[in-house]
């Protein structure tokens, strides 16, 4: 008796995973009297991954603030342990939107700073720049984009970065344009009038 049994179970796990099942209910009108066979297949394992915000930059995963779908053991073995990266919760997605709303602000704040401080500069007329002069036109020296910032912060009290201000080469008396670059997206252009002594 046991023999058989044995012979039956080992018959019987040789078989692949594979199971039919027959229903006899009707499906629609068209197929009124006939029943239709569920073949059912064992499913591969799914891969669990885990919806995180990186802390720090990462090289070829991401940047501070991404989020990502990772695999739950690269979380779990090493970005979790290192600190790199935490599972986002709906209390930090909360948060992240209050932080990109607050730096949209500022920026649009800066951005309006610098448009009003162009429309100052332009403005404000030419500024004089005064150099000791030589045959015709020509002048001693060159004007640089110190001269400039020294005197905008002399008329107008305003302190400006020098590697903002984009001048032309000023070898002669004249009046010349330079660009003060503000903002990525704002940009003063002022008049720079050349006298000499």
Do not use: W
Request: charged share 30%; aromatic share 6%.
């Amino acid at each position: 008796m046991a023999s058989s049994t044995l012979s039956s179970l080992s018959s019987t796990s040789s078989l692949p995973l594979q199971h039919t099942f027959t229903s006899n209910f009707k499906t629609s009108s068209q197929f009124p009297n006939k029943t239709s066979p569920f073949i059912i297949f064992a499913q591969q394992k799914t891969k669990k991954t885990r919806k995180i915000i990186l802390k720090e930059d990462i090289v070829n995963i991401g940047k501070k603030g991404d989020l990502l779908d990772v695999r739950a053991g690269f979380f779990r073995n090493f970005l979790f342990p290192t600190g790199k990266a935490q599972i986002v919760t709906p209390t930090i997605l909360k948060e992240m939107k209050i932080e990109e709303e607050r730096i949209e602000a500022e920026k649009l704040r800066v951005k309006e700073e610098a448009q009003q401080l162009a429309l100052i500069f332009e403005t404000v007329g030419a500024f004089k720049v005064k150099r000791k002069g030589g045959k015709g036109k020509q002048i001693f020296g060159s004007v640089t984009a110190q001269d400039l910032v020294d005197i905008i912060k002399s008329q107008l009290q305003r302190e400006v970065d020098k590697r903002i201000v984009d001048l032309p080469d000023i070898r002669e008396t004249g009046e010349y344009i330079a660009e003060l670059k503000l903002h990525p997206e704002v940009t003063a252009k002022v008049r720079v009038n050349v006298i000499a002594n």
